[in-house]
């Protein structure tokens, strides 16, 4: 690799680059409801014009952060994945490795979490083309649920939780079809599991839970933990991959 070549692109990035750049800087200081293509020129240091010929509406440049939001922690997720797989962990210590891997991304990227996981931005209506994106986080998660009840690691749950189909068929694809029993309504509990996972983050994220307990890197395993055996899953709080 030509390093030279390397720092001067990191010395003279892209327009794009520089533009989400000082996009994210945006929504750190005003967030995403405030994020303007003026103020996100003033702070990159372009014209209005230099950006508008990138992103000719701030929807559109909402847009392209979400999907880069959306890819990174999901990145950072499968990366995590991969390496606790392959130490041979269990199922049970990767979903722990990956949701730590979503919560270190969480902390070091406040503005996009809040972004995708915080409240709506008013008139803004994502579009289809960030489904892909967000899909990555819930396939990371269904595909560890999925590696643990072929590898005879879920503990049936103690009962079945009555009621009709509750799943869209894109879900079901997500996961390779819907199990028999009595695992059959696994997927629904691995969405509740997903659904407390980020309630969680949003909680520690927004400070919800820093004068609660006393170590909340260790109330974070332990929440995952708890929201675990809900799909019959067993995680060890403080339990490392490696």
Known sequence: MDLSAARSS?????????????????LVKVGAAGLSL????????????EVEAVFPHRDDLLTALVIDAYDASATAMEQADRAAGDAGASAGARLLAVTRALRQW??????EFTLIYGSPVPDYHA????????SRTPAVL????????????????????PGPPLLLPAAVELFGGVPEAPFSDIIERGMVLW???????????FSRTHDSVRDEAAFFD?????????????????????
């Open 195 to 205: 659904s407390n996972l980020i309630g969680l983050l949003v909680f520690q994220v």
């Open 10 to 26: 990191d010395e003279n990035p892209t327009p794009t680059t520089a533009i989400k750049g000082a996009a994210r800087q945006q």
């Open 142 to 161: 269904a595909g560890i649920v999925r590696s643990g009840l072929e590898g005879g690691e879920l503990t049936p749950p103690r009962r079945a939780v």
């Open 38 to 49: 003026e103020g996100v020129a003033r702070d990159g240091g372009l014209a209005v014009t």
């Open 127 to 134: 579009p289809q083309d960030t489904v892909p994106a967000a």
């Open 222 to 242: 332990y929440a995952v933990a708890v929201a675990a055996e809900s799909i019959g899953l067993v995680v060890s709080p403080g339990e490392s991959s490696d």
């Open 106 to 111: 969480a902390f070091e990227n406040p503005g």
